[in-house]
């Protein structure tokens, strides 16, 4: 037992010898870091600046002097970082000696930083942490000068969490855009949209430019993205709360550009750019199949007709294949109907003024060609067929937008305890689009469609050519005006009146023309050159036929019906205008009176 008790003391002692050593040795190797922080503006010393070694937890504050130590570092080369609160990090790299003392002395700039984010919400700007639910918050005017902002729905592309935007295809396309997912499998999807505190029309679809088989406009994108200084997305039931249940589908809260004071500033840019179509369209596929003992077109495939043995005859032996071909005819130089667009913008922004009157005035013009045009086979049919000496250019590229908007913006202080806003824009545009999609004289249609070989007489189209296509033009004029007025009277400290007052007034005119094409008749396959020898061939009733459906006004009323026309087979082709008002005018004032109960409320949130 005594032999025990003292191997074990004599272990502790070689033990706590061994501990003892090593950090001797460890505190032999480390040094100290000193020094002084200050203002490189002026060279005063900063007090309650934080001094940290990099790569270390070692941390110290400097006092009233500005200085710091830090102990225990360790030997070799380390990297001293000092920060303070309204001024720019500096860090210098500095060589520890073991047991010595290194000066490190450091001087930080002046450097801003934000205070509270404030948001825009229905009761009013607020402090973005005292807001309980997820508001996005998009820097639009950052955005359009670094990327190829073409209209409004593009600032929302992947730009804010849970909103998925489906773009357009073609020019003056709407896009769809969904706030966390789609809500409703048969209601509306869009959410709703805020311009400086007013409501502005927004809907896909709008003007009846066409039911279906063509990409209708949408109306916020009639708004110039350049005036946009920042943009919020309220999601979810937040949204029905601050703004009422038709906002379910999540709201968009744009505001605009506002004057500073101080000298005008001035701001003019210009845009050039080229619009192509890089997606691979698949092939047109045929069976081809024939007979030995039955000539008839129906059971013989011919460049010219429509009989082929697809799968589903030869497994259960209706037919044989003889060979297969596949034409591509978006790939064939001679008979694609895309080419390369072209868009350019131009626009002028200036915005200054006082403490008591500040402004902001923006006018931009813009023109884009769409990327879709009439191949050279079609054009020189037209051109054989009408006996011109050109294609209307509308009809060699019929997809285009032309637009100009007009913006101003005032605010003026008469006084500490009055505050008055105006906001208005004015837009004009021109929109013009093909029959593209789930139309009979489409143009996905005809092309994906075709007989899968070149030389079906319509260069592998289905059943119409571009000539004949291009030839209904599809259109819109509209001339847009947004006003509001905004006062703010505060008598004392403790209430407030406010009176707003805007409207939105939109006035479209869809056009629908379609020229003389002269072309294959549906009934007999027969290419007329005169309109008056297709209309005697058939006695005067009309084959290609095109109704219109009962137009309906900007509040629902069914309008007068339209008789159905032969209008290819005119010889001035047929042409109708349409005015039609989505919103004939929108006119509102409130007034809001807020005093000290109303101001401590806060809105339900979800």
Not at 18 to 39: C, E, K, N, P, S
Not at 346 to 349: E, K, N, P, R
Not at 363 to 371: T, V
């Given at each position: 037992m005594r032999f025990a008790i003292r191997s074990t003391l004599r272990a502790a002692l070689v033990l706590g010898g061994?501990?003892?050593?090593?950090?001797?040795?460890?505190?032999?190797?480390?040094?100290?870091?000193?020094?002084?922080?200050?203002?490189q503006a002026?060279?005063?010393?900063?007090?309650?600046?934080?001094?940290?070694?990099?790569?270390?937890?070692?941390?110290?504050?400097?006092?009233?002097?500005?200085?710091?130590t830090l102990s225990r570092v360790p030997g070799g080369q380390v990297t001293v970082r000092a920060s303070a609160v309204g001024f720019g990090a500096a860090s210098r790299v500095v060589t520890v000696n073991p047991g010595e003392t290194a000066v490190v002395d450091l001087a930080l700039a002046l450097s801003p930083y934000s205070l509270d984010e404030v948001v825009i919400t229905s009761t009013g700007d607020q402090a973005k942490r005292e807001v309980g639910n997820s508001i996005a918050r998009i820097d639009a005017a950052k955005l359009v000068e670094t990327a190829p902002i073409t209209n409004v729905t593009d600032l929302l592309i992947a730009k804010a969490?849970?909103?998925?935007?489906?773009?357009?295809?073609?020019?003056?396309a709407p896009s769809r855009v969904r706030i966390r997912g789609t809500n409703s499998l048969s209601l509306n999807n869009e959410p709703v949209y805020f311009l400086d505190g007013i409501r502005v029309t927004s809907q896909n679809r709008s003007s009846g430019v066409c039911d279906v088989g063509c990409a209708p406009p949408s109306r916020i994108n009639d708004l110039n993205p350049e005036d946009f200084e920042s943009i919020e997305v309220v999601k979810g039931p937040a949204a029905s709360a601050l703004y009422g249940t038709d906002a379910a589908n999540g709201v968009v809260v744009i505001k605009t550009k506002h004057g500073q004071p101080g000298k005008a500033r001035w701001t003019v840019y210009a845009e050039q750019g080229a619009i192509s179509d890089n997606n691979d369209y698949p092939d047109a596929v045929r069976g081809w199949r024939s007979s030995t003992t039955d000539t008839s077109a129906a059971a013989n495939s011919r460049p010219t007709n429509g009989t082929q043995c697809i799968l589903t005859q030869v497994a259960s032996g209706a037919c044989v294949q003889d060979s297969v071909t596949r034409f591509n005819l978006?790939?064939?130089?001679?008979t694609t109907p895309l080419g390369t667009g072209h868009r350019q913008q131009?626009?002028?922004?200036v915005s200054g003024g006082s403490d008591a009157v500040r402004y902001y005035m923006s006018?931009?013009?813009?023109?884009?060609?769409?990327?879709t045009k009439m191949p050279q086979f079609a054009a020189d049919s037209l051109l054989g067929l009408r006996q011109i000496s050109a294609v209307p250019d509308d009809q060699l590229h019929p997809n285009g937008l032309r637009r100009t908007s007009i913006r101003a913006n005032v605010s003026a202080n008469p006084n500490s305890r009055i505050d008055l806003e105006g906001s208005t824009t004015f837009i004009t545009s021109k929109l013009r689009v093909l029959p593209s999609d789930n139309n009979t004289t489409g143009l996905l249609s005809n092309a994906l469609g075709g007989p899968g070989n070149k030389t079906n007489g319509r260069y592998g189209y289905r059943a119409f050519t571009p000539n004949e296509m291009f030839s209904e033009a599809i259109g819109q004029d509209i001339n847009r005006f947004i006003g509001s007025g905004t006062g703010r009277w505060r008598p004392t400290s403790w209430l407030s009146f406010q009176?707003?007052?805007?409207?939105?007034?939109?006035?479209?005119?869809?056009?629908?023309?379609?020229?003389?094409?002269?072309?294959?008749?549906?009934?007999?396959?027969?290419?007329?050159?005169e309109p008056d020898h297709h209309v005697a061939h058939h006695g005067g009733r009309s084959v290609l036929q095109d109704q219109e459906r009962p137009e309906r006004g900007a509040r629902g009323e069914s309008g007068g019906g339209r008789d159905d026309r032969d209008r290819r087979g005119h010889p001035h082709g047929a042409r109708e205008h349409h005015g039609v008002g989505d919103r004939g005018r929108v006119h509102r004032a409130a007034i809001r009176v807020q005093g000290p109960a109303l101001h401590q409320r806060r809105p339900a949130r979800g």
């Open positions: 061994l501990v003892g050593g090593v950090g001797a040795v460890a505190l032999a190797q480390q040094g100290t870091v000193a020094g002084r922080v200050t203002d002026n060279g005063q010393p900063l007090a309650g600046a934080r001094v940290t070694l990099m790569g270390t937890s070692l941390i110290a504050q400097t006092n009233v002097e500005g200085r710091y969490a849970g909103v998925d935007v489906l773009p357009g295809t073609v020019t003056g978006f790939q064939d130089p001679q131009y626009g002028v922004q006018g931009e013009w813009e023109d884009e060609i769409g990327q009176l707003r007052d805007y409207q939105d007034r939109l006035q479209a005119g869809r056009s629908h023309d379609v020229l003389p094409v002269y072309a294959r008749c549906q009934r007999d396959g027969i290419v007329y050159a």
